[in-house]
C-alpha cells in the first residue's frame, strides 16, 4: 500500500511520530491500560485512539474528570511512559511513512511534531534508528496548545525556516489533520494500524 501525497512540490515534510513513523499506538495503548488499571480506570480503545496527539498528561486530567477521580497526573504520566519504554524491543516502523522518510532524507528538512514528551519521541525514534534523520522535534513542553491548534506545526516550520504553506504534513489523527489545516499546510492521512492490515 503506498501513501498518495498531495500535487506539488514541498520545502519540508513534517511528521507526527506516534502512529505515524512508529507503529506505536497499540504499544502505547498496552501501556495506558496496564498504567490506569492499577487506579482502576477503564480508557476504551476507539477513544484512546480519537485523542491520538493529546499529550500524555492532559489525557490523565481529562479521564480524571470523564470517571470523578483523582488520580495524581505526574505519577500516572511517568509510569506509563516507563511501561511504553518496555515495550520499545517490539516496535517497528510504519513501512508506507518509512518510504518516504528514506527517498526524502538529505533532499528535503524534517522535523517531529508530537503530543508525546521529548523523551519518548526519541526512544522510539532511537530503537528505529532514525533519530538522525530530523532536523528537529517539537514535543510536548515546546508549545502550550496541542493539536488541533496549529501552534506546533507552525513552530515547526519556523525553526525549518520553511513557509507553512510549503510544509507536507504526515499525521494519523483527525486532530493533527486538522491542526496542519489551520497552520495552512497540505497534509496526507496514515491509514490505522487495522486499515493498513486490511489493505496489505
Known amino acids: 500500500m503506498k ?19 512508529a507503529d ?10 496496564k498504567a490506569l488499571g492499577e487506579w482502576k480506570c477503564e480508557f476504551d480503545e476507539k477513544l484512546f485512539y480519537e485523542w491520538g496527539g493529546m499529550p500524555v ?5 481529562t479521564l480524571n474528570k470523564q470517571h470523578g477521580l483523582n488520580m495524581p497526573v505526574e505519577a500516572v504520566s511517568r ?32 522535523a517531529v511534531v ?14 528505529l534508528n532514525l533519530l538522525n534523520r530530523f532536523d528537529t522535534l517539537v514535543c510536548a513542553g515546546d508549545y502550550k496548545k496541542s493539536k488541533p491548534d496549529p501552534e506546533a506545526f507552525l513552530l515547526a516550520a519556523s525553526r525549518l525556516g520553511v513557509e507553512p504553506a510549503r510544509c507536507l504534513v504526515f ?18 492521512k ?5 486499515e493498513r492490515s486490511k489493505q496489505n
Open 3 to 21: 501513501l498518495k501525497l498531495p500535487e506539488g512540490t514541498f520545502g519540508a515534510y513534517l511528521f507526527d511520530c506516534d502512529g505515524t513513523i
Open 190 to 194: 496514515v491509514p490505522m494500524p487495522w
Open 57 to 61: 498528561a492532559e489525557i490523565v486530567s
Open 24 to 33: 506505536s499506538m497499540p504499544l502505547h495503548y498496552l501501556a495506558w491500560k
Open 79 to 110: 509510569r506509563k511512559e516507563s511501561l511504553y519504554f518496555e515495550l520499545l524491543p517490539q516496535l517497528k516502523a510504519v513501512p508506507e511513512v518509512l518510504e518516504h522518510i528514506e527517498a526524502g532524507y538529505g533532499r528535503t528538512p524534517f
Open 114 to 127: 508530537s503530543g508525546s514528551t521529548r523523551e519518548s519521541v526519541q526512544a522510539s525514534l532511537k530503537s
Open 171 to 188: 499525521e494519523d489523527t483527525e486532530m493533527g489533520i486538522q491542526a496542519a489545516t489551520a497552520a495552512g499546510m497540505a497534509s496526507v
